[in-house]
């Protein structure tokens, strides 16, 4: 063990969820100054993280939670009460004509929000820990008595700058964040113990996870049970992962026949750090924490969690960011030598989910980058319905089918299918080599315009004959029997319908359609590519910002 620890801790890439707290220690490093001499406390190499022994220390503390704030911070009460206070104080809400009732509310939002449990430990924390005399919640009470609006306006503009006092912001912030992002991912030990709660952050950290490096000296002989992650040798009382949400039952509570009555996934103080990262590992969207388990090396893990600034729709969509994140960085010469499946892991309220991007899919993710760039643009709802399908190995056909009923009965076009079509082809053509899906592509291209050309040519003789009203009733009734036949995969009532269709104007079959007779997959291609081209956007509702979208199909 001294030798390890003179030449640096080795961490092996491992499981999804161990890997996510491999990423969030490496930012938690990257985020520490160099030592006195300028070394870095880690290196990589290939699957390792080489940490230096000296890293575990109070710096490291410090940069843990400053990355937290970092991270989490924008989005909590406290955030949201200083965005409250600076508005209620500007002179555009003076000027406001019910600014009485707004002050009201808002002196009432700082009641409720500053009396919860949480803030009330970490006003203790700051009263006996960063001797801050302030009493925050007697001033709010008097604010809330006070009757003289401008006597409460200033108590409001003292409270204000109270609270952005960098200790107040470091404690309430973090008060919002470990209840609402780092409990989702562990609880119970350290600052989450309920009898640690009125203790500055910093302290609870370090004598949980610091102290036991400090001091672990493993146990000796041939009955050492190892530490179920790295293998080292345990010290005589090592932690389980119980812990760690959704790994274990809590042993202290009960024991299971599985175990013998004695459980033995137990994990030494190193990686016991490596799950306390594991909140700084994921990113999140909303309410949804996202991790991108590209397992090649610490650097891939980085780069493939590491999202840019993206817009409103995207950050809601965890899906969408994840894919749009891999298509900015990826190119077809790295999807080609992709060799691996990377997953993508979901943490969701109490539940975690898993979807696996196989290496086919990435490298067919790249040859569509144009195609759901486009889609993204164009309807992100409908971006975020394909990935859905695709990440859950579903095909489209569904979620076209019922698309196109939504749209025609709000009068939309089906041209933007036609990017769904595409995706469904070089997604999930059951041959999977470039010549099928040219041909699939082709029966596309050849059925849509098929479609689109028979629908000008039945405006043209509703024109000719003043009954446009008529046909256009007639067309979407015989657009309902072909979707019907489709879902069915009834090739007898589609052919039913295209042959007294066309001879119903004394129009010759296309022979496009030959080729999916007898074929089942042609027929899906051909058919939905034939539906999208009769229901194409129309000139009359190109004025409907959706259609445009729509119409560029």
Same mark, same amino acid.
């Given at each position: ?6 030449? !640096? %801790?080795h961490?092996?890439i ?6 996510a ?10 985020r ?10 880690y ?7 080489i940490?230096?022994?000296e890293?575990?220390?109070?710096e490291?503390?410090?940069a843990?939670f400053?990355?937290?704030i ?23 809400a003076?000027?406001?004509e ?14 409720e929000?500053?009396?919860r449990?949480s803030y009330?430990?970490?006003?203790e924390?700051?009263?006996k ?14 604010i809330?008595?006070?009757e003289?609006q401008q006597?409460?306006?200033n ?12 200790d107040v ?18 609880? !119970?030990?350290?600052?989450?113990h309920?009898?640690?709660n ?12 610091l ?5 672990y000296?493993?146990?000796? !002989?041939?009955?050492v049970?190892?530490c179920?992650?790295c ?14 949400n959704?790994t ?6 009960k024991?299971?026949?599985f ?8 994990m ?27 397992c ?5 893990l ?5 999202f840019p600034?993206?817009?409103q ?12 994140q891999?298509l ?14 990377v997953?993508?892991v ?5 539940t975690?989910r ?30 975020h319905?394909?990935l859905?399908?695709i990440?859950?190995g579903?095909?489209?056909?569904g979620?076209?089918?019922q698309?196109?009923r939504?749209?025609l009965?709000?009068g939309?076009?089906?041209?933007i ?7 469904q082809?070089?997604m ?17 291209s ?5 479609g ?5 040519? %039945?405006?043209?003789?509703n024109?000719d ?6 046909? !256009? ?7 309902y029997?072909?979707l019907?036949?489709l ?10 319908t295209?042959e007294?269709l066309y ?21 899906q ?16 509702n190109?004025?409907?910002?959706e ?7």
């Open positions: 063990m001294a030798e390890e620890e003179k030449q !640096g %801790i961490l092996h491992n499981d999804a969820l161990y890997n707290g491999l990423l969030g220690l490496y930012r938690v490093l990257n520490m100054p160099a030592d006195s001499s300028g070394e870095p406390y290196r990589l190499d290939s699957e390792n993280l940490v230096r022994q890293a575990f220390s109070e490291f503390t410090k843990y400053e990355e937290l970092d991270r989490y911070g924008s989005d909590t009460v406290y955030e949201n009460l200083i965005k409250e206070l600076e508005w209620i104080l500007s002179p555009n003076r000027e406001a019910d600014f009485p009732k707004k002050l009201k509310k808002c002196i009432s939002s700082l009641c929000k500053l009396k449990n009330t430990a970490g006003f924390i700051l009263r820990y960063y001797n801050t005399k302030y009493d925050f919640w007697g001033i709010v009470k008097s809330k008595n006070e003289n006597k409460q306006l108590m409001l503009q003292e409270l204000y700058e109270q609270m952005k006092q960098e912001r470091h404690v309430l912030c973090l008060k919002d964040i470990v209840y609402t992002r780092v409990q989702n991912y562990w609880t !119970g030990v350290s600052f989450l309920k009898t640690k009125k203790e500055p952050f910093e302290q609870a950290f370090s004598d949980y996870f102290v036991p490096i400090a001091t000296k493993p146990k000796k !002989g041939k009955k049970m190892p179920f992650q293998g080292r040798a345990l010290q005589a009382k090592a932690s389980s992962t119980a812990w760690v959704d274990m039952p809590d042993v202290k509570r024991t299971d026949s175990w013998n009555y004695v459980p033995d996934i137990m030494c103080p190193y990686c016991m750090l490596v799950y306390a990262c594991v909140p700084l590992g994921f990113t999140t969207f909303a309410s949804e924490g996202v991790f991108v388990n590209d090649r090396s610490i650097r891939t980085n780069t493939a969690n590491n600034d993206s817009s729709d995207l950050q809601k969509d965890a899906f969408a960011e994840v894919i749009n891999f900015l960085t990826a190119d077809e010469t790295q999807a080609e030598n992709w060799l691996q499946n997953q993508v979901r943490r969701s309220g109490d975690y898993v979807n696996t991007l196989t290496a086919d899919m990435l490298e067919d993710f790249v040859g569509l980058k144009g195609t759901l760039g486009k889609l993204l643009k164009a309807n992100p709802y409908l971006f319905q394909t859905e399908h990440l859950n579903q095909e489209l056909y979620l076209m089918l698309g196109y939504n749209s009965e709000q939309y076009g089906l041209g299918y036609n990017w769904l079509l595409e995706i082809i070089k999930f053509c059951r041959k999977r080599d470039k010549e099928a899906v040219k041909t699939q592509m082709s029966l596309k050849q059925a849509y315009r098929a689109a050309v028979l629908k000008a040519r %039945i405006w043209e003789v024109i004959t003043g009954k446009q009203r008529a046909n !256009g009733k007639r067309l979407i009734g015989v657009t029997r072909l019907n036949a879902q069915g995969d009834n090739q007898k009532l589609f052919f039913d295209i007294r001879m119903s104007f004394g129009f010759e079959i296309p022979k496009i359609f030959f080729y999916a007779i007898h074929n089942d997959e042609n027929f291609v051909i058919g939905h590519a034939f539906v999208q081209g009769l229901n194409s956007a129309s000139k009359e190109k004025t409907n910002e259609n445009k979208g729509e119409d560029k199909a």
